[in-house]
Structures are given as structure tokens and as C-alpha cells.
């Protein structure tokens, strides 16, 4: 299947840092997603909220389906054939994803059910049992919820205090910042590689660098980093970093975190249960190795199947052209909805994935959804789970266009027309 | 699949809303106040407070401050316009009404809801996302009604 053409890009396609790479079918990458054809409200869908879960390319549709009705059963107990089939499945899930990410070994691959759970598992496993009051946990101010309200509960549990590295107006972490509120007293720094709500890429291997000279344990939530390009944990020099399936077009209810070994090996359960044993007396139970220590319970199978084929999908198109086709698009949107006088862009960092936060002057964002939610098209409009983000820029609330790789800048040009429609409903 | 309700924009942002929305009727603070609630959607970020002023069983004055969105700032404006001079009873009976007209709650009769220009939010009903937008400013009021309530209360949508 040759989804791409190998034809380097015009260089006027290239922005943000993107490494040239080859180009897109597009068109033929959206027959890959049988939701793409539908209609919404007698419009063609133009599917602009990939930040809140990205659709699903029928070889995700095909694998879920295909375990369910040829290799279902439960997985690394069974004898059976079905048995042995469903765990090697679900086993060679981990693997692509241990290549995708560039783990050294398939057990720091512990499939949790998204970013949000994978926070948590390090927050209360790694943080409560070490944490003391006086010490510090160290975040910025661009993150989603679920990567504040973890450490708010375990700061409450340990006495330990929250510190928020700021932002500045254009969304982008203060590395100065970041740098002073780090110091001995910082024993865990999180932050996210991509913001969700404003699309900023942070410098994670610059930042990870500085926690670990603080000696910091560091957490990347990278839920809106996979959808967009590569990951190499050893590269960036991570502790722990944590994704999400939906958001990286597999299902939901499934994701991952890595951890380096042995920290993932001095980690005591997160749950206790089925599957993370080795043998259960009542008087001593002794716990299994990685990965399994940590996935106590029959896990969301099927979603591991769904999320390898998704790694399968994005390896076989590439990031390099993924992320050259998304750079243009990201150029294309902001042309034109930079061109729209009532129109403010909030979040222009100068390295950003392709999301497109805005306000519209004198238009709550809950009224422009609607009326761009008539013509077809989907944005997520509301505080992005990142209500810090909004205090900041003093909003209550953004439209933001969030894009995947089989989005055209054709669907931007509905979407700019979209946006003239809601001044004009409006009349602003 | 169910198809999707064949509602035009026109439907929902009627003039009237649109009216109320770029100029909110008693938005205000009451000084003399003797009763006022605080109204929180967490969704999209608005607030509202409303204030009210009750003689004998009957609201003398009621004003709001605060808002967000086209519907629900408009909601908030035309209910000021509608509750003055009702009673209590009345303006609890109303917020009945107001309700099962936004929820869509299936009706035994077809004849008009009531409303009177409160009707220009039949629309809603096709919008659950937008529901309470439309009801934000109602719950606030509803609060500021209940006799048991705290002063730090703050009623919230979600």
C-alpha cells in the first residue's frame, strides 16, 4: 500500500521545525476512515477536534473486530489455542509500541487505561510512598487537568507543595522559571511535551536535563504529542512519560506508560488483583515481574490489539510525513483565520503542533460551536480541561481547531468560512 | 442511525435572543437586595448573580449580573423581564414551564407552552449541549428562592 509519495515537500510547506519529508495522499489516507464520509447536520463532517479523540482507520476497526470474532479469550492463563493466540496478539501490541516509543525492553510498556490513569499509577506508586512535607513537585502552567489534580491529591496525602512554572503570552513554558523553582527540595517535575489546549511543543530533553539536575524524577504526559511525532523516550531523557490510545487513532479505555526499569521495578502495585501475582497465600502473596506487576486484572485486550494496529498505521505513514502535511496545514489555518478581523489566536508559540485556539471578539465560544456545528463542522469549544490556561489569557473559554493528518487545508477554508458565518449570526 | 434533528440556525439564535444578548435588561447589581444567588456553568465558564427583591410574596425587582454565552445572558435577561411583578409561587411555576420547554419533556397537549417571549428558546430542546445555558440563570434564581439555603451557597450546572 503506498500511502505516500515520496516527492519532498514544496518548501514553503515546511514551518515550525518540521523535518522535510515526503508527502501525503491525503485523499486516499481519508478512505482509511470510514467516519470521514459521514454527514453531520446535511454537511460533510469536517472533523477539527482531534485533540478530544482522533477517528479511527478501519485496520483499528478491523483488528478489534477481528480478535472478537476469531481470537477472543482471556490472555496469559489459558492453555487453548484461542488463549495462546489472543496473548501473542496482545503481547505484540506492546512490542510495536516499545518500538514506536524507543524502550529498551517490551516489560516498560504498562498498558493503563489512558494518560490520565498512567499520572495517577506514578503519582501514588512512585510519589506517596517517598514524598514528605517540605518537598516539592514541580508543573507548569499549560497543563490538563489530569496532570494537576494527581499531584493536588498527593500533595494533599504527603504535605508536599505544588509549584507551577508560568507561561508567557504567546503560551510558551518560561525556561527561566522552570530553572528558579526547581531546587533540592523538587522531587518529582510533570509536565506535558504538547499542550492541549494551546498547542505549544515543550523542550522536554532541555527540561528533563534540569530536573535531573535538581534531582527531580520526571513525568511527561504525552497524550498530544503521539498523534504528531515521534517519541523517542531515551532521546528525551524521561523517567516517565504517558500516552493515550483514542487520541493516537486507537480506541479508547487504553494507554501506556513507560518508565525506565528500575524505577518501574521499585514501584509497589498500583492494584492489587488478578494477573500481577506470582502465588497468593493468605499469609504472603509475592508479586509477578513487569510488566504484569503493574496490570493487575484481565486487561482492555481488545483495546491493546486496536492501539497496536494504530502504532502499525502511524509507522507505516510515517511521523516525518505526518508531521510536514501537518506543519502546512497548521500555516493554512492560521493565514486564514488570521485573516478574519474579529478572529484572536491564543497560543503562537513558535514550535506548536497543529491546534488552533481562538476567540472570536464580542462571540462566546459555546455560541460559535453551535453555529459551526450546523455547517458540519466539529471543534471543541470550552476551558480544554486547562483552566489555568484560560485564566491566563483571560478568557473563559476558546474555540480551538485541533488537526490530524487527514485534514485538508480545503476543511480550513469551511472552517474560516465557518468562523465569517458566526460574525455575521452575530454580528460582530 | 437516527438523522439529525432539522433545526436551522435561525431557530435557536431568534432576533429576539440575539436582541437580549447584545443588550441584557437589568444587568445590575441591586443595592437593596433582599435575597441574591450565584450561578456557575463549569463547562463553558459562566457565572451569573441574581439579585432579588420580594415584597409580600411578590418580586418587586430582579436583576443579574454576569453571563457568558448568547443564550445564556439573554436567558438571564428576558427572565428578569418576565418574573417582575409575579409571585413567588408563580415564578416557580414558570421555571416548570421554562424547563420542560428547553428539555423537550413530552406534553400531553399541544397547545402553547405559556411562555409567552420565553417560547423564543423552543429551539433549544434540539441542542442538549446547550441546555444549561438556558437554565443557568433559572437554578440561580430557583436557589435564591429556597428558604433553607446559605448565603455562600452557589448553585452549579453540572
Redesign the interface.
Known amino acids: 500500500m503506498a500511502l505516500v509519495d515520496r516527492t519532498p515537500p514544496r518548501p514553503s510547506s515546511r514551518r515550525g521545525g518540521a523535518a522535510p519529508g515526503p508527502r501525503l495522499d491525503v485523499e486516499r489516507i481519508r478512505r482509511d476512515f470510514p467516519i470521514l464520509a459521514t454527514q453531520?447536520?446535511?454537511k460533510p463532517l469536517v472533523y477539527l477536534d482531534n485533540a478530544a479523540t482522533a477517528q479511527k482507520p478501519r485496520a483499528v476497526i478491523d483488528a478489534i473486530s477481528a480478535y472478537y470474532e476469531s481470537d477472543n479469550a482471556n490472555i496469559h492463563r489459558g492453555v487453548h489455542a484461542l488463549s495462546i493466540r489472543a496473548t501473542e496478539a496482545y503481547e505484540a501490541a506492546r512490542r510495536r509500541i516499545q518500538a514506536l516509543i524507543n524502550a529498551e525492553a517490551p516489560e516498560q510498556v504498562i498498558f493503563v487505561r489512558g494518560a490520565t490513569e498512567g499520572v495517577n499509577l506514578v503519582a501514588q506508586s512512585y510519589g506517596r510512598p517517598r514524598l514528605r512535607p517540605g518537598d516539592e513537585i514541580l508543573i507548569t502552567e499549560m497543563e490538563h487537568h489530569s496532570n494537576i489534580v494527581p499531584w493536588q491529591l498527593l500533595c494533599e496525602q504527603t504535605g508536599a507543595g505544588l509549584r507551577v512554572a508560568p507561561i508567557n503570552d504567546r503560551g510558551e513554558l518560561r525556561l527561566d522559571e522552570f530553572e528558579r523553582l526547581l531546587s533540592e527540595r523538587t522531587k518529582i517535575a510533570a509536565f506535558a511535551h504538547v499542550s492541549n489546549a494551546l498547542g505549544t511543543v515543550n523542550p522536554v530533553r532541555e527540561l528533563a536535563g534540569l530536573a535531573h539536575r535538581a534531582g527531580a524524577v520526571v513525568l511527561v504526559d504525552g497524550a498530544q504529542a503521539t498523534p504528531h511525532q515521534a517519541v523517542d523516550v531515551r532521546q528525551l531523557g524521561c523517567d516517565f512519560y504517558v500516552f493515550s490510545g483514542h487520541k493516537m487513532f486507537g480506541p479508547t479505555g487504553v494507554g501506556v506508560l513507560y518508565g525506565r526499569r528500575e524505577l518501574l521495578e521499585a514501584l509497589p502495585p498500583y492494584q492489587g488483583g488478578g494477573e500481577m501475582i506470582l502465588s497468593v497465600t493468605f499469609e504472603k502473596t509475592v508479586y509477578a515481574a513487569l510488566p504484569a506487576r503493574l496490570e493487575a486484572g484481565t486487561p482492555h485486550i481488545a483495546g491493546g490489539i486496536g492501539l497496536g494496529a494504530a502504532v502499525a498505521y502511524l509507522s507505516q505513514i510515517g511521523y516525518d510525513a505526518i508531521a510536514a502535511h501537518e506543519a502546512a496545514l497548521l500555516e493554512h489555518g492560521t493565514r486564514v483565520l488570521g485573516e478574519i478581523p474579529q478572529v484572536r489566536l491564543i497560543g503562537t508559540a513558535a514550535h506548536k503542533a497543529s491546534v488552533l485556539s481562538f476567540v472570536i471578539d464580542g462571540?462566546?465560544?459555546?455560541?460559535a460551536g453551535?453555529?459551526l456545528d450546523?455547517l458540519g463542522i466539529a471543534i471543541r469549544?470550552?476551558?480544554h480541561c486547562a483552566?489555568p490556561v484560560?485564566q491566563h489569557f483571560g478568557v473563559?473559554?476558546t474555540c480551538r481547531a485541533s488537526l490530524a493528518f487527514y485534514n485538508t487545508t480545503e476543511e480550513l477554508d469551511v472552517l474560516a468560512a465557518g468562523v465569517r458565518k458566526v460574525c455575521e449570526?452575530?454580528?460582530v | 442511525m437516527k438523522p439529525?434533528p432539522d433545526v436551522k440556525?435561525d431557530d435557536?439564535?431568534q432576533d429576539v435572543i440575539?436582541d437580549h444578548?447584545?443588550r441584557p435588561r437589568n444587568r445590575r447589581e441591586l443595592a437593596d437586595a433582599d435575597r441574591r444567588a450565584e450561578g456557575n456553568n463549569p463547562?463553558?465558564?459562566?457565572h451569573v448573580t441574581i439579585f432579588l427583591k420580594v415584597e409580600s410574596g411578590v418580586v418587586r425587582e430582579v436583576t443579574f449580573q454576569g453571563g457568558?454565552?448568547?443564550?445564556s445572558t439573554a436567558s438571564a435577561s428576558l427572565m428578569t423581564e418576565v418574573l417582575r411583578g409575579k409571585t413567588l409561587d408563580e415564578a416557580k411555576a414558570i421555571f416548570k414551564r421554562f424547563h420542560g420547554l428547553v428539555t423537550g419533556e413530552p406534553r400531553e397537549t399541544s397547545e402553547p407552552h405559556g411562555l409567552g417571549k420565553l417560547e423564543v428558546f423552543s429551539g433549544i430542546c434540539h441542542?442538549p449541549?446547550?441546555v444549561k445555558?438556558a437554565t443557568l440563570a433559572w437554578h440561580t434564581l430557583d436557589a435564591a428562592l429556597r428558604d433553607d439555603r446559605r448565603p455562600e451557597d452557589v448553585v452549579s450546572t453540572e
Open positions: 453531520v447536520r446535511g462571540v462566546h465560544a459555546h455560541d453551535t453555529v450546523q469549544t470550552g476551558h483552566q484560560m473563559p473559554a449570526v452575530f454580528g | 439529525d440556525l435557536l439564535y440575539l444578548y447584545r463547562l463553558c465558564g459562566d457568558g454565552c448568547a443564550i441542542y449541549a446547550r445555558c
